[in-house]
């Protein structure tokens, strides 16, 4: 009874000690969808419930989910979490949903903000610095998590107060003053994120598949994430980290401890206390036993003991009274007892053999549970230790795994350094400008890209298909034409994707057929009334009625007037083109048509000249 006490205060103790030892780790998830001003996102909701669970199964102190928040609400849970960081290591906020920049401020906006002026901004929405206060008290790690890039329509409607503010696209970048302290966007600055096909960004689904690995550093988590969304995106997205850490690696999950042997378990104990009961084997014992540990495998086991010591008392008794009948029959025999009382002492022998017969079997029925229980004892034993085996080796492949890319990542900073050290000792020519690298796409997959974003600058028409055929070599070398650039047409390369993803809108100008107007970026046919139709000059005109038959007279005038007509000079005739310039779109003016510019510079107004009506 000694021991138990003694093992049990030690298994309190090392809990408190172990709990008190812990960092303590908080996190506010955000989630904005429902906005009553523009239409809703579908997947910020979504995304904040997933970021949730995944801290949570983490084993964070604190997890706290607010979804669809005003802007009171988001001031006020931004000011409460930042009383739980006081005493905290590691402190995370996670925001889903829009943003805005302005003058290089960035803000997070709220469900209920409407944005119609520029100045409303500093009023309803809530300032980025805000959440990195929130995080400030934290001692080891600072971490604010953006999902925040998507496409802003309020930046569309909003009306400018004064010409000269900047309001950005995407968000603008940011270095924060703190140390420990790292912001991560969904895209890179001045950019925006795509909310995917699924019910998660591909955002949101990189983070959680790779910021819970135990003992992974951020940085190189991180990077990962960036890997897994560009590659998700077809490189149309980069995620982006600001701010730095120290020299230690800094994990969000810390590795599990590695152990050298098998851990002591609190199932220990009990099972050195039973099979020492199991030595002695008493009443006594047993029922000391289940008064320490009335629960458990080890309780039931105990309880089968306290049974078979049962039958074995009610046998001995069976016995004993069998044998005082018997002793009872000879007497009554030697004394010449009547025959009644032989009958009923004979009768009672019966009764008592009949009794230590059942109670043997009975005996043996116990003892037989008794010795089943006790091979599942040793049966569960052997299985937790096997488990606990293979859980170790387990670990360890893990440690080793996560030590062979460490020494990986250091043997390449080394060489890089290496590599750097002898490119400075080498004199210096010229100074030639890095090569970025460019990702890993096949011929088929590049040319895809540069139809697509050829089609959305009005120089392709075709599909994007990844064919680099005649028709897409006509469509780079429009777009040559009027961007003023030199690509090689018959080559899809990765400089002409670059270039042609830099223009924000129409490049090559829409020309349509007749009887067909712009409208916008598309050629549409032109309805008119009941009564009139589409003339040479792409206008709607009435349809003359038909003149009566005419007179002799009437048809010699005719024929006079066609022949003058005939013998005179051809007019120009429409083309049925359409000319678009800054003033809006008209049909091309009779005996005029439409050449290239010739000098493909960009316009006063940022726009390339494109193409210009020549008369006579």
Same mark, same amino acid.
């Given at each position: ?21 812990? !960092? ?16 809703? @996102? ?7 419930? @997933?970021?949730?669970?995944? &801290? ?7 997890? +706290? ?14 000011? $409460? ?26 803000? @997070? ?6 944005? #119609? ?55 603008? =970048? ?24 699924? =019910? ?6 990189? @983070? ?47 590795? %599990? ?17 039973? $099979? ?36 074995? +008392? ?14 009872? =029959? ?43 229980? $006790? ?42 350094? $290496? ?6 000792? !080498? ?20 040319? =895809? ?36 650039? %030199? ?28 009887? &067909? ?21 792409? #206008?709607?005109?009435?349809?003359? #009625? %038909? ?15 066609? %022949? ?11 083309? /049925? ?6 003033? /809006? ?32």
């Amino acid at each position: 009874m000694g021991a138990f006490r003694w093992v049990s205060l030690f298994f309190v103790i090392w809990l408190t000690c172990g709990s008190a030892h812990a !960092e303590r780790r908080v996190a506010l998830i955000i989630g904005n969808s429902a906005y009553k001003s523009v239409p809703r @996102l579908a997947n910020p909701v979504n995304d904040a419930a @997933l970021i949730g669970d995944m &801290f949570k199964k983490a084993a964070f102190d604190h997890v +706290e989910i607010r979804l669809d928040v005003s802007a009171a609400e988001m001031r006020k849970s931004l000011r $409460e979490f930042a009383n739980r960081t006081r005493d905290a290591e590691v402190a995370v906020v996670y925001y889903a949903g829009h943003g805005i920049e302005l003058d290089g401020n960035n803000y @997070l906006i709220p469900t209920d903000a409407t944005l #119609e002026t520029d100045g409303d901004v500093l009023d309803e929405t809530v300032a980025l610095d805000r959440a990195l206060f929130a995080v400030e008290p934290a001692k080891r790690l600072r971490l604010v998590i953006l999902d925040a890039c998507r496409d802003n329509p309020f930046a569309k409607t909003m009306r400018r107060t004064v010409a000269a503010r900047a309001i950005g696209r995407g968000l603008a =970048k940011i270095e924060p003053t703190s140390p420990n302290t790292m912001i991560a966007f969904a895209a890179k600055a001045g950019s925006t994120a795509s909310d995917g096909d699924s =019910k998660n960004s591909p955002f949101a689904a990189a @983070l959680v598949e790779r910021l819970p690995t135990p003992g992974l550093d951020l940085r190189k988590a991180f990077g990962f994430v960036r890997d897994d969304v560009l590659k998700n995106t077809g490189y149309k997205q980069e995620p982006y980290v600001y701010g730095s850490l120290g020299g230690d690696d800094v994990a969000l999950v810390p590795a %599990k401890p590695i152990t050298a042997g098998p851990q002591p378990s609190p199932q220990d104990a009990v099972r050195r206390d039973y $099979e020492l009961a199991l030595q002695l084997g008493s009443r006594e014992i047993w029922t000391a036993f289940l008064a320490q540990y009335p629960d458990g495998f080890y309780a039931s086991l105990a309880k089968g003991q306290l049974n078979r010591i049962a039958a074995e +008392e009610a046998r001995a008794n069976a016995a004993d009274k069998a044998r005082q009948a018997e002793d009872e =029959k000879t007497r009554l025999v030697m004394e010449r007892a009547q025959k009644a009382e032989q009958d009923r002492a004979a009768a009672a022998a019966k009764a008592a053999e009949d009794a230590r017969l059942k109670a043997e079997k009975a005996k043996e029925v116990e003892e037989a549970k008794a010795a089943a229980a $006790e091979q599942r004892r040793k049966e569960a034993e052997t299985a937790v230790a096997k488990a606990l085996a293979d859980k170790l080796a387990a670990e360890q492949a893990l440690a080793d795994r996560i030590a062979n890319d460490k020494a990986v990542a250091e043997l390449a900073a080394k060489q890089a350094a $290496e590599r750097k050290a002898q490119v400075d000792s !080498e004199p210096k020519i010229a100074a030639l400008a890095p090569t970025a690298s460019q990702p890993s796409l096949s011929p088929q997959e590049t040319a =895809k890209l540069l139809q697509s974003e050829l089609r959305r600058v009005g120089c392709f028409a075709s599909a994007a298909d990844g064919d680099w055929n005649a028709s897409s070599q006509r469509a780079l070398t429009l777009f040559n034409r009027y961007a003023g650039t %030199k690509f090689d047409a018959k080559l899809a390369s990765f400089d002409a994707l670059d270039s042609i993803k830099a223009k924000p809108s129409r490049v090559c100008p829409l020309v349509c057929d007749r009887g &067909f107007k712009a409208d916008g970026d598309a050629c549409v046919k032109i309805a008119c009334r009941s009564g009139y139709r589409v003339n040479d000059d792409n #206008e709607c005109e009435k349809i003359p #009625e %038909k003149k009566p038959v005419a007179t002799r007279d009437e048809s010699k005038t005719r024929d006079e007037q066609r %022949k003058q007509v005939e013998s005179a000079p051809p007019k120009p005739q429409a083309t /049925g083109q359409m000319f678009c310039n800054g003033a /809006g779109c008209r049909p091309v003016r009779p005996g005029c048509k439409l050449v290239p510019s010739g000098s493909g510079l960009p316009s006063g107004d940022g726009k390339p000249k494109g193409v210009m009506e020549v008369c006579g």
